[in-house]
């Protein structure tokens, strides 16, 4: 086990009755649908009464847990949304989303919620101390960081389009494997376009993770 499964661990323990040790897929598991229910709960808290915005195809939130404990699991972000704004809508100003599918939003949420942390240290007299509360750290020859504790957790409510949806991890010891996996095609941008007929193309939501995966992993380079 790594240290955060098990503490993930203990704190099962601590809930459920005396049993036989989970493996790390079933804390894995357990963690994800308590995730999921986190994020579908504030969306209906949010929600109640609201006929209208209660409608809904794809719900995406972003969670945040300390050392993977469970009952300390934060709900940062709740989006929902399917669509791009249609060409004759967008705003050269930037008024305008031009992608606004849920787990595109809630990565934009993700990112106020990390600029609010840093706002708190450039408050501070001294920006260099630590803050408890903060989910950022100051990182020695300036800068700051996600502190280690800390894990950011992504829920969308289905696969998102691109290869993400084609290509299921789950999969791997119940399906054929990939027949051709050097194609061109593989792991290629894949883009939308407007009604199938538009001149703008916009990053799919796979790619759109991906590039936050490696942004967040130290593997882009801008």
Not at 191 to 219: F, H, L, M, R, Y
Request: aromatic share 4%; glycine share 6%; charged share 25%.
């Amino acid at each position: 086990y790594s240290k955060e499964l098990a503490e993930l661990a203990a704190a099962l323990e601590e809930r459920a009755p005396p049993a036989a040790a989970p493996s790390a897929p079933q804390l894995r598991q357990h963690l994800a649908d308590h995730i999921a229910k986190l994020v579908n709960e504030k969306f209906n808290e949010l929600m109640k009464n609201d006929v209208v915005h209660s409608k809904r195809k794809v719900l995406a939130g972003i969670v945040i847990t300390t050392h993977s404990r469970i009952e300390d699991a934060r709900v940062i972000a709740v989006t929902t949304g399917t669509k791009c704004v249609s060409g004759e809508h967008m705003s050269v100003t930037g008024r305008a989303l031009n992608d606004c599918h849920a787990e595109v939003a809630a990565r934009r949420c993700l990112q106020k919620h990390l600029y609010a942390q840093l706002l708190q240290y450039a408050e501070q007299a001294d920006p260099t101390v630590p803050l408890e509360n903060n989910d950022l750290e100051p990182v020695p020859g300036g800068g700051y960081r996600l502190k280690a504790s800390r894990a950011v957790h992504l829920y969308v409510s289905t696969a998102p389009c691109g290869d993400g949806r084609i290509f299921s991890p789950h999969e791997h010891h119940h399906a054929e494997p990939d027949k051709h996996p050097n194609r061109l095609a593989r792991g290629q941008l894949r883009t939308k376009i407007e009604s199938g007929e538009g001149t703008i193309p916009v990053k799919n939501c796979t790619n759109t993770v991906q590039t936050w995966d490696g942004v967040s992993a130290g593997q882009l380079q801008v």
